[in-house]
């Protein structure tokens, strides 16, 4: 059980890769880490490991492709009594099929999980959310506009969107109100199983512009595109 004085966070998509390394950065600084992920034996998996560490964690089964799954999650979580500090948005697939090619039902698929999903997961958990809690979208510089190429279509479409979605809830009287902060991310290109082993970046140093934002930055900065703890065009 979380103390008083503890603050929570939830990451989803949080069984591997950079989302995982946020739950153990986080679980380090202190945080009571709710891991989600779609898949309970990967997820239960993977808080086991993060307690060997010491870590204090637990794990909520959440699919946010589907929003029965989300709006169930939120009512797990509802049933601990607890406020939530940060959440992190950090579920998303990768598609690469050329814009041309593309079967109507990818675009539609990716957008659900890496857009759609967040927008739901925010609406959700916000009622959880106290004055001064963080959110984050973990977005891609694929996503921005500005110098958006023909790399991952699917993908790349998904990222503006949620860049979107980030401004429009940062502009929301729901947050203005409570004083939540919201800004999306990108990590660069890092060694996972979504970006491949030729990557440049490690998880560890994917995931820390991510936790410097959830714990950190400014709190007066809302509704940015952040890479490397430095504000960017997208």
Known sequence: MSKANERTALVTGANRGIGLEVCRQLGQLGHHVFLSARNKEKGSKAIEDL????????????????????????SEFNKRALKLNVLINNAAILRDTEINKMPTNELQDVLNINSVGAFVVIREFLLFMDKGSRIINVSSGAGALNDMGTYAPAYSISKTALNAITKQFAASDALKRKNIVINSVTPG????????????????????A?????????????????????IIDW
């Open 210 to 230: 991510i936790v410097w934002l959830a714990t950190e930055a400014p709190a007066d900065k809302t509704g940015l595109f952040w890479r490397d703890k430095k």
């Open 189 to 208: 290109w890092v060694r996972t199983e979504m970006g491949g082993a030729s990557a440049s970046r490690s998880v560890e140093q994917g995931a820390n």
């Open 51 to 74: 307690r060997k560490e010491n870590i204090q964690i637990d794990f909520i089964q959440m699919d946010v492709s589907d929003e029965d799954s989300i709006k169930h999650a939120a």
